[in-house]
Protein backbone atom coordinates (compact mmCIF):
# COMPACT_ATOMS: atom_id res chain seq x y z
CA UNK A 1 0.00 0.00 0.00
CA UNK A 2 1.04 3.17 -1.34
CA UNK A 3 0.97 6.12 -3.24
CA UNK A 4 -2.87 7.14 -4.00
CA UNK A 5 -4.51 3.85 -2.33
CA UNK A 6 -2.70 5.08 0.74
CA UNK A 7 -3.90 8.40 0.34
CA UNK A 8 -7.64 7.54 -0.06
CA UNK A 9 -7.30 4.78 3.20
CA UNK A 10 -6.16 7.89 5.59
CA UNK A 11 -8.38 10.35 3.92
CA UNK A 12 -11.25 8.19 4.83
CA UNK A 13 -10.11 7.54 8.31
CA UNK A 14 -9.56 10.84 9.26
CA UNK A 15 -13.08 11.71 7.53
CA UNK A 16 -14.72 8.93 9.40
CA UNK A 17 -11.91 6.88 12.34
CA UNK A 18 -14.79 4.64 12.88
CA UNK A 19 -15.57 3.45 9.86
CA UNK A 20 -15.46 -0.34 9.40
CA UNK A 21 -14.11 -0.55 6.10
CA UNK A 22 -11.77 2.62 6.59
CA UNK A 23 -10.16 0.48 9.96
CA UNK A 24 -10.02 -2.47 7.93
CA UNK A 25 -8.55 -1.22 5.00
CA UNK A 26 -5.99 1.13 7.24
CA UNK A 27 -5.02 -2.60 9.01
CA UNK A 28 -4.18 -4.47 6.17
CA UNK A 29 -2.15 -1.14 5.13
CA UNK A 30 -0.19 -0.82 8.12
CA UNK A 31 0.62 -4.37 8.12
CA UNK A 32 1.80 -4.70 5.13
CA UNK A 33 3.86 -1.99 5.61
CA UNK A 34 5.16 -3.36 8.61
CA UNK A 35 3.86 -0.84 11.09
CA UNK A 36 2.37 -3.94 13.33
CA UNK A 37 1.28 -1.31 16.66
CA UNK A 38 -0.82 0.81 14.17
CA UNK A 39 -2.07 -2.18 12.76
CA UNK A 40 -3.16 -3.91 15.97
CA UNK A 41 -4.79 -0.65 17.09
CA UNK A 42 -7.13 -0.46 13.74
CA UNK A 43 -8.25 -3.82 14.11
CA UNK A 44 -8.64 -3.81 17.88
CA UNK A 45 -11.25 -0.47 17.68
CA UNK A 46 -13.01 -2.78 14.79
CA UNK A 47 -12.84 -5.30 16.88
CA UNK A 48 -14.88 -3.79 19.29
CA UNK A 49 -17.37 -3.66 16.92
CA UNK A 50 -18.39 -6.58 15.80
CA UNK A 51 -20.28 -9.47 18.13
CA UNK A 52 -18.02 -12.23 20.03
CA UNK A 53 -18.23 -15.28 18.17
CA UNK A 54 -18.70 -14.53 15.03
CA UNK A 55 -16.77 -15.27 11.74
CA UNK A 56 -15.64 -11.10 11.91
CA UNK A 57 -14.27 -11.43 15.16
CA UNK A 58 -12.39 -14.47 14.91
CA UNK A 59 -11.16 -13.58 11.24
CA UNK A 60 -10.11 -10.34 13.41
CA UNK A 61 -8.50 -12.00 16.25
CA UNK A 62 -6.50 -14.41 14.00
CA UNK A 63 -5.12 -10.68 12.39
CA UNK A 64 -4.46 -9.07 15.24
CA UNK A 65 -2.57 -12.44 16.63
CA UNK A 66 -0.39 -12.41 13.34
CA UNK A 67 0.18 -8.82 14.26
CA UNK A 68 1.59 -9.14 17.65
CA UNK A 69 2.98 -12.72 18.13
CA UNK A 70 0.77 -14.17 20.35
CA UNK A 71 -2.40 -16.49 20.16
CA UNK A 72 -6.11 -15.87 19.40
CA UNK A 73 -6.83 -17.40 22.65
CA UNK A 74 -3.89 -15.04 24.54
CA UNK A 75 -6.44 -12.08 23.12
CA UNK A 76 -9.45 -13.03 23.84
CA UNK A 77 -8.36 -13.80 27.59
CA UNK A 78 -6.66 -9.98 27.46
CA UNK A 79 -10.05 -8.72 26.55
CA UNK A 80 -11.91 -10.37 28.98
CA UNK A 81 -9.36 -9.37 31.97
CA UNK A 82 -9.50 -5.41 30.23
CA UNK A 83 -6.55 -5.44 29.35
CA UNK A 84 -4.57 -5.44 25.84
CA UNK A 85 -1.53 -7.71 25.19
CA UNK A 86 1.62 -6.25 24.63
CA UNK A 87 2.49 -5.38 20.96
CA UNK A 88 5.44 -7.27 19.50
CA UNK A 89 6.30 -7.92 16.33
CA UNK A 90 5.55 -12.01 15.05
CA UNK A 91 8.82 -14.23 15.32
CA UNK A 92 8.69 -14.86 11.13
CA UNK A 93 12.41 -16.72 11.08
CA UNK A 94 10.94 -19.92 13.56
CA UNK A 95 9.35 -21.02 10.77
CA UNK A 96 10.38 -21.12 6.94
CA UNK A 97 7.21 -20.78 4.36
CA UNK A 98 7.10 -23.25 1.81
CA UNK A 99 7.56 -21.18 -2.04
CA UNK A 100 5.17 -23.26 -3.36
CA UNK A 101 1.68 -23.04 -3.27
CA UNK A 102 -1.84 -23.67 -4.92
CA UNK A 103 -2.46 -22.10 -7.83
CA UNK A 104 -5.65 -20.38 -8.60
CA UNK A 105 -7.39 -18.96 -11.66
CA UNK A 106 -10.35 -16.53 -11.05
CA UNK A 107 -12.54 -15.70 -13.42
CA UNK A 108 -16.39 -13.83 -13.08
CA UNK A 109 -19.42 -15.49 -14.62
CA UNK A 110 -20.71 -13.38 -17.57
CA UNK A 111 -23.65 -13.08 -16.29
CA UNK A 112 -22.35 -11.43 -13.23
CA UNK A 113 -20.27 -9.31 -14.72
CA UNK A 114 -22.89 -6.01 -14.53
CA UNK A 115 -23.09 -6.32 -11.10
CA UNK A 116 -19.77 -5.71 -10.20
CA UNK A 117 -17.73 -2.45 -10.04
CA UNK A 118 -13.96 -2.46 -11.22
CA UNK A 119 -12.81 -1.18 -8.08
CA UNK A 120 -14.87 -3.89 -5.81
CA UNK A 121 -12.53 -5.96 -3.83
CA UNK A 122 -11.65 -9.40 -4.50
CA UNK A 123 -10.39 -11.98 -2.14
CA UNK A 124 -9.07 -15.56 -2.95
CA UNK A 125 -8.94 -17.74 -0.14
CA UNK A 126 -8.15 -21.33 1.25
CA UNK A 127 -9.96 -22.76 4.34
CA UNK A 128 -9.01 -26.19 5.84
CA UNK A 129 -11.91 -29.02 5.85
CA UNK A 130 -13.29 -29.33 9.32
CA UNK A 131 -10.39 -26.33 10.34
CA UNK A 132 -10.92 -23.19 11.89
CA UNK A 133 -13.08 -20.51 9.90
CA UNK A 134 -10.70 -17.87 9.25
CA UNK A 135 -8.65 -18.40 5.85
CA UNK A 136 -5.25 -20.10 5.79
CA UNK A 137 -4.43 -17.75 3.26
CA UNK A 138 -5.72 -14.81 0.96
CA UNK A 139 -5.11 -12.91 -2.11
CA UNK A 140 -6.32 -9.36 -2.47
CA UNK A 141 -7.34 -7.85 -5.62
CA UNK A 142 -10.23 -6.37 -7.78
CA UNK A 143 -12.58 -6.68 -10.15
CA UNK A 144 -10.68 -4.85 -13.08
CA UNK A 145 -8.08 -7.45 -12.66
CA UNK A 146 -10.69 -10.27 -13.74
CA UNK A 147 -9.48 -12.84 -15.14
CA UNK A 148 -6.37 -13.08 -13.09
CA UNK A 149 -4.24 -15.97 -11.65
CA UNK A 150 -3.21 -15.90 -7.67
CA UNK A 151 -1.19 -18.05 -5.51
CA UNK A 152 -2.26 -19.27 -1.92
CA UNK A 153 1.26 -20.47 0.30
CA UNK A 154 2.34 -20.77 3.70
CA UNK A 155 3.45 -16.95 2.74
CA UNK A 156 -0.13 -15.34 3.68
CA UNK A 157 -0.67 -17.87 7.11
CA UNK A 158 -1.83 -15.00 9.64
CA UNK A 159 -0.01 -17.55 12.43
CA UNK A 160 3.01 -19.63 11.77
CA UNK A 161 0.19 -23.01 13.35
CA UNK A 162 -2.16 -22.02 10.63
CA UNK A 163 0.21 -22.65 7.45
CA UNK A 164 -1.42 -23.79 4.71
CA UNK A 165 0.74 -26.76 4.12
CA UNK A 166 -0.38 -27.94 8.05
CA UNK A 167 -3.70 -29.14 6.46
CA UNK A 168 -3.96 -31.84 3.96
CA UNK A 169 -7.32 -30.47 2.32
CA UNK A 170 -8.75 -27.04 1.64
CA UNK A 171 -11.55 -25.36 0.15
CA UNK A 172 -10.62 -22.48 -1.99
CA UNK A 173 -13.02 -19.97 -2.58
CA UNK A 174 -13.19 -15.93 -4.45
CA UNK A 175 -15.96 -13.74 -3.49
CA UNK A 176 -16.17 -9.88 -4.51
CA UNK A 177 -16.90 -8.00 -1.82
CA UNK A 178 -18.67 -5.14 -2.33
CA UNK A 179 -17.95 -3.26 1.04
CA UNK A 180 -14.19 -4.29 0.86
CA UNK A 181 -14.69 -6.90 4.23
CA UNK A 182 -13.13 -10.19 3.97
CA UNK A 183 -16.14 -11.77 5.85
CA UNK A 184 -19.03 -13.09 3.22
CA UNK A 185 -22.23 -10.46 3.12
CA UNK A 186 -25.48 -10.25 1.42
CA UNK A 187 -25.05 -9.91 -2.07
CA UNK A 188 -21.58 -10.42 -2.70
CA UNK A 189 -20.43 -12.55 -5.26
CA UNK A 190 -18.76 -15.86 -4.98
CA UNK A 191 -17.57 -19.04 -6.00
CA UNK A 192 -16.30 -22.04 -4.55
CA UNK A 193 -14.50 -25.06 -5.34
CA UNK A 194 -14.82 -28.57 -3.99
CA UNK A 195 -12.53 -30.12 -1.90
CA UNK A 196 -9.02 -29.77 -2.98
CA UNK A 197 -5.79 -31.35 -1.76
CA UNK A 198 -3.03 -29.03 -0.08
CA UNK A 199 -0.47 -30.55 -2.44
CA UNK A 200 -2.04 -30.66 -5.14
CA UNK A 201 0.43 -29.31 -8.27
CA UNK A 202 -2.85 -28.54 -10.79
CA UNK A 203 -4.28 -24.86 -11.05
CA UNK A 204 -7.50 -24.77 -9.30
CA UNK A 205 -10.55 -22.99 -11.54
CA UNK A 206 -12.80 -20.89 -9.41
CA UNK A 207 -15.67 -19.39 -11.58
CA UNK A 208 -17.29 -16.58 -9.41
CA UNK A 209 -21.29 -17.18 -10.27
CA UNK A 210 -22.95 -17.18 -7.23
CA UNK A 211 -24.53 -14.09 -5.06
CA UNK A 212 -25.00 -14.76 -1.44
CA UNK A 213 -28.39 -14.71 -0.04
Known sequence: YAGRPA??????????????????????MNFQNGDHAQAIQNWT????????????????????????GHKPED??????NGS???????NTDSQS???TGITVLVTLDPRLTGSARAEDTVFVFA??????????AIVRKQVKDLPFKATLDDSQAMMPDMMLTRFPEVVIGARISKSGNAT???GDLQGISDVIATDTDKPV?????QVVP
Open 7 to 28: AMINEALSKEPENPKALWLAGM
Open 45 to 68: LLRERVQDGSEDAEMLDAFIARAT
Open 75 to 80: IITAQN
Open 84 to 90: QPEPIVA
Open 97 to 99: ATT
Open 127 to 136: RAVGGPPMPL
Open 184 to 186: AQS
Open 205 to 209: SIVID
